[in-house]
């Protein structure tokens, strides 16, 4: 990752919690099904070693 690309989702990041702050708890959305945050994370990590590209060397 490039430091203009880490900047970029720096700055994504930072506007989405802006805009989140910006509302009432209450008004919140929840940004996923309820599943743990490392689900989808596990699922892909098992995609790339079937596919044999789950070296991280």
Known sequence: MT???FNFR???FAG???RRLALPFD???TIGRG???TTGARAHLA???ESGN???A
Do not use: F, K, V
Request: aromatic residues 4%; glycine residues 4%; charged residues 40%.
């Open 3 to 5: 430091d203009t690309d």
């Open 10 to 12: 720096h700055e994504q």
């Open 16 to 18: 989405e919690m802006q």
């Open 27 to 29: 008004a919140w959305e």
């Open 35 to 37: 599943d743990p945050i």
């Open 47 to 49: 995609r790339l070693a």
């Open 54 to 56: 789950g070296d991280m």
